[in-house]
């Protein structure tokens, strides 16, 4: 007869398996944790575009696994899940090897999807990870110093022209990021950036509808205007085929061509494929097929699982799949994990949705603070990145990329005190709590106070 087996497996490295690692650790959980993740690093998405145009550091945005579970006594398994059996309590690994758990927890996440567009997947830059990041860089550069060389005023354009998918959130900060920072390589190549063209193509009328950022949507549409470069819209445009020179898509029931060698693909996610293949009936999934839990973040047919993040539905609660809800929900399985252990009673989860940011461009920004608040501009700027910082795991990882920050953002830069600085103090101390919250805060006031005082 096998003796029971005592720990706790966690499958995927995202912001709910790593935080759901991170608070059993810091709780002093009486179980054994291992956290698996097909990566080396963790990959703090919301800040990635920072990390593609150089704003921010490897360390900041991608630290290692390793370096953030240092001394926090969690087994962290570079390796993929091969497969998971809900029923004899086993994760198994390409690897060959495989782990029996006492407690099961699904952090996935999700994966894109490219809604079956002919050339999507072959052809398309998605933006989802470190790698990706570091292929369109790599593209994109060499497209421009392409473009410096030639003398062909057509492959000119089609290397100075890139075409991003898809008008949520994803889509509009990327074309935001792009419109900015392409222009300033290119200058520095001593090409032309008037030569520079980024398209957003929607399929939808207007972007961000049905986003979490949808009641930003005047403040982006009036921010998108001011980049480096005028971005041009294609709205009720859906891409049709993506081929490595050009893209199709269908427009007033016309199908047009764009001539480009790079299209960036920010058109939605869908359900993990080892999500949609756990022994979980139709009627326990959403029409997406991802996982309903309880309040208390357990699987309906299996309670001693807990999942969440985007992989998962809470019944009867939907929230948004964004980093604050799944650094909260891996708290919460955290603490659930923790009683179970001790015998207590679970709690259900309360995710608090502080407000929603949206990057704009480099050094801009939008942000719904509580539904009640909007900022715009290098406030929302510093809003955003401040509070993203505070939820940067570790006390260690989150003080040095935040020094770093502060430094860089409030020490170095030049702000107008009457425009930027009384708005960001009043944001930052609602939204940026912690570390981050109070240095920035401390640091406007003063500036306002010699602001005052010159005055």
């Known amino acids: 007869m096998n003796s029971p087996v005592y720990q706790t497996v966690i499958v995927g490295g995202g912001f709910t398996g790593l935080f759901t690692a991170l608070h059993l650790a810091h709780e002093?959980?009486?179980?054994?944790?291992?956290?698996?993740?097909?990566?080396?690093?963790?990959?703090?998405?919301?800040?990635?575009?920072?990390?593609?145009?150089?704003?921010?550091?490897?360390?900041?945005?991608?630290?290692?696994?390793?370096?953030?579970?240092?001394?926090?006594?969690?087994?962290?398994?570079?390796?993929?899940?091969?497969?998971?059996?809900?029923?004899?309590?086993?994760?198994?690994?390409?690897?060959?090897?495989?782990?029996?758990?006492?407690?099961?927890?699904?952090?996935?996440?999700?994966?894109t999807t490219y809604h079956q567009v002919e050339g999507a997947k072959e052809n398309a830059f998605p933006f989802w990870t470190q790698e990706d990041a570091i292929a369109l860089e790599r593209h994109l550069r060499d497209c421009l110093h392409k473009a410096i060389q030639t003398n062909d005023p057509e492959e000119r354009r089609k290397l100075l022209t890139v075409v991003v998918v898809g008008g949520g959130s994803s889509g509009v900060e990327m074309t935001a990021t792009l419109a900015d920072f392409l222009p300033l390589w290119y200058s520095a190549l001593g090409g032309n950036s008037d030569e520079i063209r980024v398209i957003l193509l929607n399929h939808g009328q207007k972007i961000l509808d049905g986003d979490i950022n949808d009641p930003l949507r005047p403040i982006a549409e009036k921010e998108l205007q001011k980049r480096t470069v005028q971005i041009e819209m294609l709205t009720g445009a859906e891409a049709t085929a993506i081929r490595p020179n050009s893209i199709e898509y269908k427009r007033n029931q016309q199908i047009e061509t764009l001539a480009t060698h790079t299209t960036v693909w920010t058109a939605g996610t869908s359900t993990h494929p080892l999500i949609k293949d756990l022994a979980i009936p139709k009627e326990?999934?959403?029409?997406?097929?991802?996982?309903?839990?309880?309040?208390?973040?357990?699987?309906?047919?299996?309670?001693?699982?807990?999942?969440g993040g985007d992989c998962t539905v809470v019944q009867d609660n939907l929230q948004p799949p964004t980093a604050q809800v799944a650094y909260q929900q891996g708290a919460n399985i955290a603490s659930n994990l923790k009683a179970l252990a001790l015998g207590e009673e679970l709690k259900p989860a309360k995710i608090n949705i502080r407000g929603t940011l949206l990057?704009?461009?480099?050094?801009?920004?939008?942000?719904?603070?509580?539904?009640?608040?909007?900022?715009?501009?290098?406030?929302?700027?510093?809003?955003?990145?401040?509070?993203?910082?505070?939820?940067?795991?570790?006390?260690?990882?989150?003080?040095?990329?935040?020094?770093?920050?502060?430094?860089?953002?409030?020490?170095?830069?030049?702000l107008d005190s009457q425009d930027v600085g009384k708005k960001v103090v009043q944001a930052v101390e609602l939204v940026g709590a912690g570390l981050v919250g109070a240095l920035v805060a401390r640091k406007l006031l003063k500036m306002l106070g010699d602001e005052d005082k010159r005055d």
């Open 359 to 414: 990057k704009l461009g480099i050094n801009d920004a939008a942000a719904n603070l509580f539904n009640v608040f909007e900022v715009a501009g290098e406030p929302a700027h510093l809003i955003r990145q401040g509070t993203y910082l505070t939820l940067l795991p570790t006390p260690i990882h989150d003080f040095k990329a935040t020094t770093e920050w502060v430094d860089e953002e409030i020490f170095h830069h030049h």
């Open 28 to 111: 002093h959980y009486p179980r054994s944790v291992i956290l698996i993740d097909q990566n080396e690093r963790f990959c703090f998405k919301p800040l990635l575009y920072e990390y593609f145009d150089g704003e921010m550091d490897t360390f900041q945005v991608v630290p290692r696994f390793s370096e953030l579970l240092k001394g926090s006594g969690v087994i962290f398994v570079q390796d993929t899940v091969e497969s998971i059996d809900l029923d004899q309590k086993a994760v198994k690994l390409t690897s060959g090897n495989s782990y029996n758990y006492s407690n099961l927890v699904l952090a996935l996440g999700s994966v």
């Open 284 to 307: 326990h999934r959403d029409h997406q097929g991802r996982l309903l839990v309880t309040p208390t973040m357990q699987l309906l047919d299996f309670p001693e699982v807990f999942a």
